[in-house]
């Protein structure tokens, strides 16, 4: 999938990059390079990255430079993350990954134009910012994050506008887990499109 744009940018800020074991989703216990840039404006209160909102207190990083050290480890699926990756064009970023080989994968709340060359699109919809008809239309995976019972009807309006070949998760908000998995469980067994995602990771204390 391209999203070609005209600009082209050469720098990107990075909040942090690291390998890892993609925790979620439908690539979930696959070995994944990511990228979280900084940079987001969406305001979900539960976030627990909000050291990332700030572009500018995070080093701007040469696309070569990502790119050359993202090489260096024997994993070729690439997780762009955030913040808000999309305030930022990706076209570069994305097309010198997968010119080195990389699957390029996407965590987005989609309420930004696309940008880039994904491989797979996950959009995650936040309400404080909803996501546009172009990210729900495009995406190949809508993740839901659950915080209370009143979020599966708001999952469903979202999943109302996707693909029929998108995957449908249910994702538990990390606080919230020990009391909203019990429910996205049976919410699951009633309407068996939808899977659950758990942050795996965060259970295995792996970044
Ligand atoms: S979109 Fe992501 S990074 Fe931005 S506030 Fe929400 S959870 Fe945090």
């Not at 696959?30 to 940079?39: E, T, V």
């Not at 790119?67 to 990706?90: C, D, Q, Y």
């Amino acid at each position: 999938m391209d999203f070609a744009q005209t600009s082209v940018i050469t720098t990107l800020p990075v909040m942090e990059a690291f390998y890892t074991i993609q925790g979620e989703g439908f690539h979930q216990g696959r070995a994944a390079y990511f990228i979280r840039l900084g940079g987001c404006n969406v305001g979900c209160f539960w976030c627990d990255v909000k050291e990332s909102w700030d572009a500018d207190k995070h080093p701007k990083i040469a696309i070569d430079e990502i790119v050359e050290t993202a090489s260096k480890e024997p994993g070729r699926l690439a997780v762009i993350t955030g913040g808000e990756p999309l305030m930022h064009n990706l076209d570069e970023l994305t097309y010198r990954l997968q010119s080195e080989g990389f699957e390029t994968n996407i965590e987005t709340s989609g309420s930004f134009p696309l940008s880039g060359h994904w491989n797979w699109i996950c959009v995650s919809p936040k309400k404080f910012r909803p996501p546009t008809d172009e990210a729900l239309a495009n995406a190949n995976e809508l993740k839901v994050i659950i915080y209370n019972k009143n979020d599966f009807a708001w999952a469903e309006k979202h999943a109302a506008n996707v693909s029929a070949e998108c995957k449908l998760y249910l994702q538990p908000e990390w606080e919230r887990a020990p009391i909203m998995t019990p429910p996205i469980i049976d919410y699951i067994k009633e309407n068996p499109r939808w899977e659950l995602s758990l942050q795996i990771h965060k259970y295995i204390n792996v970044p």
